[in-house]
């Protein structure tokens, strides 16, 4: 009998296995390389993205924002400067999160759940949902000879300014900058005051403007691709914990919201007919703590909403009072 033969067989095993392992490895290797391209892939999108925006906003008029220096920010708030991963992964996430929200309140199949509610006012498709502290919303409008780039440029202007974001939101009584990513990307925190047993309502998040492609069903069942730009806000996370309620030096309760939302508007051309119009998109997510405020915050943000079309309207009609003009007609993935 061959004792050689007893002794390679092990080998051969020991060989085997070890190459499976390395093979194995090899895969998640590949795997792992796959992802980083992706996530290199979507930085460049972003940047190019962002880039693209910047030269298009460049003209507009440099404003004066109220800062907190980092400090005091990592102090008060527990916020630490964001890299550009963090930004980038950011956006993401906002991609993610209006994307669950557009699929549930708005799928094409339009079947929803009784806790969504639909109406329309005011040319709007409105779709709203709570469940507990959560609030989550679509509101979409179909617009004629809209300029895109105006609309944007003032709401991004609007937003980023105290005393303008307050025309929207009545109840904001903090927004400061924390820290300036790109000339279209900020990191702000923002207190928005409230009537109930939590008196003020504190959330940080990066504000970002960037350009964006969108598809919109027809009712033939085709889709039309939308160009034009998301505004997004999405929370960052901070030293305290989300779920965390203190109080300031005058004893009033301060709890954190968490915030997902985006503001999009689109050019679409229906190339079959000719048809050309302006889509305008709200949607997002937010937690206020309990029942009670996510209710009040969905009568808000509504409201907020037609704030913004009385002052639209306004701007392209400045000889025109509006209530909420009937003459602002009307009639899903944003990818950078």
């Known amino acids: 009998m061959d ?11 020991a060989l085997a296995k070890q190459l499976g392992a390395e093979k194995l490895l090899l895969r998640s290797m590949l795997k792992q390389k796959a992802a980083w391209t992706l996530q290199i892939q979507r930085v460049l999108d972003f940047e190019a993205s962002s880039l693209a925006a910047t030269q298009k906003f460049q003209s507009a008029v440099e404003v004066q924002l109220d800062t907190v220096d980092e400090v005091q920010a990592e102090k008060e708030l527990g916020f630490h400067p964001l890299t550009e991963w963090d930004l980038t992964r950011t956006i993401l996430d906002n991609k993610r999160d209006i994307r669950h929200v557009e699929n549930r309140l708005n799928p094409p199949s339009g079947l929803v759940d009784k806790r969504t509610h639909r109406m329309q006012a005011f040319g709007w498709d409105i779709i709203q949902r709570v469940e507990g502290s959560v609030m989550e919303f679509v509101f979409l409008k179909k617009f004629t000879n809209l300029n895109v780039l105006d609309i944007m440029h003032k709401t991004w202007t609007n937003d980023i300014q105290l005393s303008r974001f307050k025309t929207v939101k009545a109840e904001t009584s903090r927004l400061e900058v924390l820290q300036q990513m790109n000339p279209n990307a900020y990191v702000f925190v923002r207190d928005v005051d409230s009537p109930s047993d939590i008196s003020i309502f504190r959330s940080v998040f990066v504000h970002f403007l960037v350009e964006a492609t969108k598809e919109f069903s027809c009712s033939d069942g085709s889709t039309l691709t939308g ?73 808000d943000t509504l409201q907020g909403l037609l704030r913004w079309d009385e002052d639209r309207c306004a701007s392209t009609q400045p000889n025109v009072t509006l209530t909420f003009n009937p003459s602002c007609n009307n009639s899903h993935s944003y990818v950078k």
């Open 3 to 13: 004792h050689s033969d007893e002794q390679g067989h092990p080998d051969l095993a």
């Open 227 to 299: 160009t034009g730009y998301v505004l997004g806000t999405q929370s960052v996370a901070v030293d305290y914990p989300s779920d965390s309620i203190h109080r300031d030096e005058a004893g009033r309760k301060i709890a954190w919201a968490d915030l997902a939302l985006t503001t999009e508007a689109y050019d679409v051309e229906n190339a079959m007919t000719g048809e050309k119009y302006q889509q305008v998109v709200w949607a997002g997510r937010t937690d206020y703590c309990t029942e009670e405020d996510a209710q009040r915050n969905a009568a």
